[in-house]
C-alpha cells in the first residue's frame, strides 16, 4: 500500500519539495531494526498512541472545560460544574472525559513497562546513554502534566494533592518560599493555582509532543537495542522496520485497545485507582479528606517522601530518587547490557521492579508503623540498587554473550 | 524461579487488596449487599419517588435536572408527571432541596451534602448508600444519642437522623424499609452516571470489534513475519 501510495503523482509533487521519499525510506521501509525483539518493544510506540490520544481528548475537553474556583451551589464550583455538564450534557462527553482520564493511567502503565524494558535489557548503556536520558525528562514531564491535570477536576484529592505537592516545595531553603507561592499564585491553592495549572496541563504536552520527536529522532541514530543486548553487525541479523515492526505494533495496539477499551467502557475508575472515590467530593479548604494518596503512579515517589522524618530530606531524597535515573548510564559500567547474560543484575533489577511496587502500594495506603517499615526498607534498597551497579561489575561473572541472533 | 514465585505473590497481594477496598468502606466495616439494577426504570422511578418524597427534604441533586427525568431513558418520566414534581422550578433547573444552608446549620449541625455524584463519592457506592440508610442503631456504649448512632458510617457519629425510620421499626416493615433503600441506592447509581448504560451497551460492541480487530491484526503479523527466522 505503502508502495503504490509513494508511486503516485501527488506524492512526487510533495517528494520534490520535501524530499518526502527520502524521509520515509529512512525512518520506515529501510529502517533497520532487530529482528529478534520481543513483545517488551512494543511498549514505545504505544506510549506514542496513548499520547496522541490524550491530546486529542485533552483539545476536545478544554472546550467545555471552566477553570474556576468560583462557588457554583452549595460546595460546588465552576470547575466541578464543567466537568460534570461534560459527563451529562455534552454529547458523548462521558466518552472523551473518561477516555482522558484512564488514558493519564494507561499512559503511565506503558511508559512503565518500556522504562522497566529499557532497565532489564541495558538499553540505557553506551551508545544510548542521551537517549535514556530524553526518556527521563520526558518521565518528568509527564509526572508534571499529569499532576496539574488532576487539579482540574477541583475535587477534595485535587485540591489536597496539590496542597501536599506545593507544599514541599516550601521546604527547600531560601526559594522555598517564594517558589510554592509561584506555583500556588497566592498563599494558598486557590482559583489563581486552578488557572495556572490549566494553563501549564496543556503547556506540558506540547512540550512532550517535542521531546519525544528528540527521543525518536535519537533512538534512529543509535538505533534499537535488542534482548540479547548485544552490537549488531551482520545484515541478515536487521529486518525492516515497515512491514515487520509496523504490523507487530499494529497488533501491540489492537490487544492494548483491549484493555483500555475495558476500563473505558466498563471501569472507568478502576476500583478507584484512576479516579479516586474522593474526588467527587468538591474541594473544602476545611475539611482535610482522612487520607490523602496521589493517584497510582505517582505513589511510590510518595512513599519515598514519606520515608524521612524530616520534611527537607524527604524532598530531597524524592527528588532524588528521580533525578538519579539520568545518572544511570554512567553508574553502570558493565560491558554487559542484556540482563540475560549478567546473573547478579538480573536478581537484582527484578528486585528493583517489585522494590517500586512494594513502594507503590505503602504509598497508597493509609500510613501504619508496619507500612511505614517496610516502605524506608523499600526505600533503602531503590536507592541502593543504583549504587551497587557501581560495584557490581567488578565482582559479576558475566555469561558469555552470543556471537550474533 | 524464587524470584518468580515472589512476584506471583505480590500480584496476588494486590488483588486482595483491590477486592478488599471495593467492599470496605473508611470505617472498615463490611457493607450490605444492595441489590440494584442500574438498567430496571421500575427501581430507578421507585427510587426517584423516595428521593423526592424522603431525600430531597435536606439533600439536593443538583447536577440531575428536571430535564433530565423526562429525557434519560432509564427514567422516562411523563412533562406531565415532571410538571408536577418540579413546581415553579425551570425545566432545565436542578433538583434543589428547599431547606436553606442555614436552617440546616441550625437544625443538623451542618450542610446535607449534595447527592448527584454520591454513589461515586463514598467508598461501596450503592452498597454504602443502602447500609448506611438500614445501619441506624442503638449505640452500644450508649454514649451517641440513638438517631445519630450509624453502624456503616465512618466513626459512627453520623448528623443525618435515621430517614427511612430504621431504629425500632416494625418486624413487619423490614422488607419494606430495605427494598425503599435499595430503590433509592440503585436511583443515586443510576444519577451518579446517567450515560452509564449506553456507555456499557457501547463498550460491548467496541470490544467485540477489537477482538476482530486483534485476530486479524495478530494472522497478518504471523503471515508477513513467517519468512523470518528469530
Not at chain 1, 163 to 181: K, W
Request: include cysteine; charged fraction near 15%.
Amino acid at each position: 500500500m505503502l508502495n503504490s501510495m509513494m508511486k503516485t503523482k501527488i506524492f512526487a509533487w510533495v517528494d520534490r519539495r520535501t524530499d518526502a521519499g527520502a524521509i520515509i525510506k529512512s525512518q520506515l521501509t529501510e529502517y533497520p531494526a532487530p529482528k529478534n525483539l520481543n513483545y517488551m518493544w512494543n511498549f514505545g510506540s504505544l506510549a506514542l498512541l496513548v499520547l496522541v490520544l490524550q491530546i486529542l481528548t485533552g483539545v476536545f475537553l478544554a472546550m467545555y472545560y471552566k477553570p474556576s474556583a468560583a462557588v457554583s451551589y452549595g460546595q460546588y464550583t465552576v470547575a466541578f460544574d464543567s466537568v460534570e455538564r461534560i459527563m451529562r450534557d455534552v454529547n458523548f462527553g462521558w466518552l472523551i472525559r473518561y477516555m482522558h482520564a484512564v488514558g493519564a493511567s494507561a499512559f503511565f502503565v506503558v511508559v512503565y513497562m518500556h522504562i522497566g524494558r529499557g532497565l532489564y535489557y541495558g538499553s540505557y548503556k553506551e551508545p544510548r546513554e542521551l537517549l535514556w536520558i530524553i526518556g527521563v525528562v520526558i518521565l518528568l514531564i509527564m509526572q508534571g502534566a499529569a499532576f496539574f491535570g488532576y487539579l482540574l477536576p477541583w475535587g477534595q484529592m485535587s485540591f489536597w494533592g496539590a496542597t501536599v505537592i506545593t507544599n514541599l516545595f516550601g521546604a527547600l531553603p531560601v526559594i522555598g518560599e517564594y517558589l510554592q507561592q509561584l506555583l500556588r499564585g497566592g498563599f494558598a491553592v486557590g482559583d489563581p493555582t486552578l488557572n495556572r495549572f490549566f494553563s501549564l496541563h496543556y503547556l506540558f504536552p506540547l512540550l512532550l509532543a517535542a521531546i519525544v520527536g528528540g527521543h525518536i529522532h535519537a533512538l534512529h541514530v543509535v538505533h534499537s537495542n535488542n534482548p540479547e543486548g548485544i552490537d549488531l553487525t551482520k545484515e541478515e541479523e536487521k529486518i525492516m522496520f515497515h512491514p515487520y515492526y509496523t504490523v507487530k505494533d499494529a497488533f501491540g495496539v489492537g490487544v492494548f485497545l483491549l484493555f483500555y477499551c475495558y476500563f473505558v467502557f466498563f471501569n472507568p475508575h478502576a476500583w478507584g485507582y484512576f479516579i479516586e472515590v474522593d474526588n467527587y467530593v468538591p474541594a473544602n479548604a476545611l475539611s482535610t479528606p482522612p487520607h490523602i494518596a496521589p493517584v497510582w503512579y505517582l505513589t511510590p515517589w510518595y512513599t519515598i517522601l514519606r520515608s524521612f522524618p524530616d520534611k527537607l530530606v524527604g524532598v530531597l531524597a524524592m527528588g532524588g530518587s528521580l533525578a538519579i535515573l539520568f545518572a544511570l548510564p554512567f553508574l553502570d559500567r558493565s560491558k554487559v547490557r542484556s540482563a540475560r547474560y549478567r546473573p547478579v543484575f538480573k536478581q537484582m533489577v527484578i528486585l528493583f521492579f517489585i522494590d517500586v511496587i512494594v513502594l507503590g502500594y505503602c504509598g497508597h495506603e493509609p500510613p501504619t508503623p508496619v507500612l511505614k517499615l517496610v516502605g524506608q526498607v523499600a526505600t533503602a534498597y531503590y536507592f541502593a540498587f543504583f549504587f551497587l551497579l557501581l560495584i557490581v561489575p567488578k565482582f559479576e561473572k558475566t555469561k558469555p554473550v552470543p556471537e550474533g541472533i | 524461579m524464587k524470584l518468580k514465585q515472589l512476584l506471583i505473590a505480590v500480584g496476588a497481594l494486590s488483588v486482595v487488596s483491590f477486592s478488599q477496598s471495593a467492599i470496605a468502606n473508611e470505617g472498615g466495616v463490611e457493607l450490605k449487599h444492595a441489590v440494584i439494577d442500574v438498567t430496571s426504570q421500575e427501581q430507578i422511578r421507585r427510587g426517584l419517588t423516595v428521593f423526592t418524597d424522603v431525600c430531597m427534604g435536606c439533600h439536593s441533586a443538583t447536577f440531575v435536572t428536571y430535564k433530565g427525568l423526562i429525557d434519560y431513558p432509564e427514567i422516562g418520566l411523563t412533562r406531565e408527571a415532571v410538571d408536577e414534581l418540579r413546581g415553579d422550578y425551570a425545566l432545565t433547573e436542578g433538583m434543589r432541596t428547599d431547606l436553606s444552608a442555614e436552617d440546616a446549620k441550625g437544625s443538623y449541625g451542618k450542610v446535607p451534602p449534595d447527592l448527584s455524584v454520591i454513589a461515586y463519592a463514598r467508598k461501596g457506592g450503592a452498597d454504602y448508600i443502602y447500609s448506611v440508610l438500614t445501619g441506624f442503631e442503638h449505640d452500644p456504649k450508649g454514649i451517641i444519642p440513638d438517631g445519630n448512632f450509624n453502624e456503616y458510617f465512618p466513626g459512627h457519629r453520623i448528623a443525618m437522623p435515621d430517614p427511612m425510620g430504621w431504629l425500632d421499626h416494625d418486624k413487619e416493615d423490614t422488607a419494606q424499609i430495605e427494598q425503599d433503600s435499595q430503590d433509592v441506592a440503585a436511583f443515586l447509581a443510576f444519577i451518579a452516571d446517567p450515560h452509564q448504560n449506553q456507555r456499557r451497551a457501547i463498550g460491548c460492541w467496541v470490544l467485540g470489534f477489537l477482538l476482530l480487530l486483534t485476530l486479524v491484526l495478530w494472522r497478518l503479523k504471523v503471515e508477513v513475519w513467517k519468512d523470518v527466522k528469530h
